[in-house]
């Protein structure tokens, strides 16, 4: 069931929600968290698509902001919302709001937010592109109890990491690091079995690849061994490479969904590896709400190491 509305209002917007559950037949709420994605029209369907996907497994309040560019100073000057509630088979397993923000009140999203949060329910703020220097701080960020955004989505990856590391805050994470959780729990296990110390490192990976910078520290940080970063043809990351005093251990998927895991002494193994899908990524962000300490480990590097070990002293 969709419900549009033009030049309305919070309130309005609320009671067409409650309209919309009574009207299919399922007026209690059984949401357990807001997901609010501020995005642009280019990105809107990819990202609400991801989300409906994504609420299967974490039902939820979908709030997408779409701020409009003014093309005349009278839609400059002129506050308006409009909005598109979309409840039943047309939002998932949740409820869907589509903000269309116009004029001076683009400039308070927060305010239009804030009255549709569910209550006494966890706020997640996602931004597919264009995510502010400091997502902590960001009027709509401040609400959240995660802050997602996706070092994918900008121009200069490098550049906007060391920017994501001077602002860490509890609650922030980045997809390019989610999108390593297979790598990361490959990797583990392989220490695992191996049992043997790492003494060198190199992580292989298209130029510019956020998901390897990550690794590479997050490696430095945990083996306390330097890592050669090398560029490869990509896709995203290629292949890791730890060296011991047993042999090398290898991780590698050039492409594809398969990788292949060599250990010392063993004989190669294939492994599931696959480039995971966007509802996939946010999926899993959802199922945790707390600090993502390793993604601070990542973000710092060795210097994370260095803080944890003066905080002990």
Same mark, same amino acid.
């Given at each position: 069931?969709?419900?549009?509305?033009?030049?309305?209002?919070?309130?309005?917007?609320?009671?067409?929600? !409650?309209?919309?559950?009574?009207?299919?037949?399922?007026?209690?709420?059984?949401?357990?968290?807001?997901?609010?994605?501020?995005?642009?029209?280019?990105?809107?369907?990819?990202?609400?698509?991801?989300?409906?996907?994504?609420?299967?497994?974490?039902?939820?309040?979908?709030?997408?902001?779409?701020?409009?560019?003014?093309?005349?100073?009278?839609?400059?000057?002129?506050?308006?919302?409009?909005?598109?509630?979309?409840?039943?088979?047309?939002?998932?397993?949740?409820?869907?709001?589509?903000?269309?923000?116009?004029?001076?009140?683009?400039?308070?999203?927060?305010?239009?937010?804030?009255?549709?949060?569910?209550?006494?329910?966890?706020?997640?703020?996602?931004?597919?592109?264009?995510?502010?220097?400091?997502?902590?701080?960001?009027?709509?960020?401040?609400?959240?109890?995660?802050?997602?955004?996706?070092?994918?989505?900008?121009?200069?990856?490098?550049?906007?990491?060391?920017?994501?590391?001077?602002?860490?805050?509890?609650?922030?994470?980045?997809?390019?690091?989610?999108?390593?959780?297979?790598?990361?729990?490959?990797?583990?296990?392989?220490?695992?079995?191996?049992?043997?110390?790492?003494?060198?490192?190199?992580?292989?990976?298209?130029?510019?690849?956020?998901?390897?910078?990550?690794?590479?520290?997050?490696?430095?940080?945990?083996?306390? !061994?330097?890592?050669?970063?090398?560029?490869?043809?990509?896709?995203?990351?290629?292949? !890791?490479?730890?060296?011991?005093?047993?042999?090398?251990?290898?991780?590698?998927?050039?492409?594809?969904?398969?990788?292949?895991?060599?250990?010392?002494?063993?004989?190669?193994?294939?492994?599931?590896?696959?480039?995971?899908?966007?509802?996939?990524?946010?999926?899993?962000?959802?199922?945790?709400?707390?600090?993502?300490?390793?993604?601070?480990?990542?973000?710092?590097?060795?210097?994370?190491?260095?803080?944890?070990?003066?905080?002990?002293?």
């Amino acid at each position: 069931m969709k419900i549009d509305l033009t030049d309305t209002t919070a309130s309005k917007i609320n009671k067409a929600l !409650v309209r919309g559950r009574r009207a299919i037949g399922t007026p209690a709420v059984g949401m357990v968290l807001t997901m609010v994605i501020v995005t642009d029209e280019e990105n809107a369907y990819d990202a609400l698509k991801a989300a409906e996907e994504a609420s299967h497994e974490h039902p939820s309040r979908t709030l997408v902001v779409i701020k409009r560019h003014a093309r005349t100073l009278r839609d400059r000057t002129a506050s308006r919302l409009d909005a598109e509630v979309r409840v039943g088979s047309e939002a998932g397993t949740g409820e869907t709001v589509i903000l269309r923000l116009y004029g001076e009140v683009t400039g308070h999203a927060d305010s239009v937010v804030l009255p549709l949060l569910l209550p006494d329910a966890p706020v997640v703020v996602w931004w597919p592109v264009d995510a502010p220097r400091n997502p902590a701080k960001d009027p709509l960020g401040a609400l959240a109890q995660r802050r997602i955004t996706d070092l994918y989505a900008v121009e200069s990856p490098m550049e906007v990491l060391r920017t994501r590391a001077d602002s860490y805050a509890p609650g922030d994470t980045d997809l390019a690091w989610t999108r390593l959780t297979l790598w990361r729990s490959m990797l583990a296990a392989a220490l695992d079995q191996a049992r043997t110390e790492v003494t060198s490192a190199a992580v292989e990976a298209e130029a510019d690849n956020p998901s390897a910078e990550l690794l590479a520290r997050w490696l430095e940080a945990r083996l306390k !061994v330097d890592v050669n970063r090398v560029v490869s043809g990509g896709p995203v990351v290629t292949t !890791v490479r730890l060296g011991t005093d047993k042999g090398e251990i290898v991780l590698d998927r050039p492409d594809g969904p398969l990788a292949t895991l060599t250990l010392p002494g063993q004989p190669p193994r294939s492994l599931a590896l696959k480039v995971r899908p966007l509802s996939e990524l946010i999926a899993e962000e959802l199922r945790r709400l707390d600090a993502d300490e390793m993604y601070e480990v990542a973000l710092r590097g060795a210097d994370a190491s260095t803080e944890e070990a003066s905080a002990r002293v």
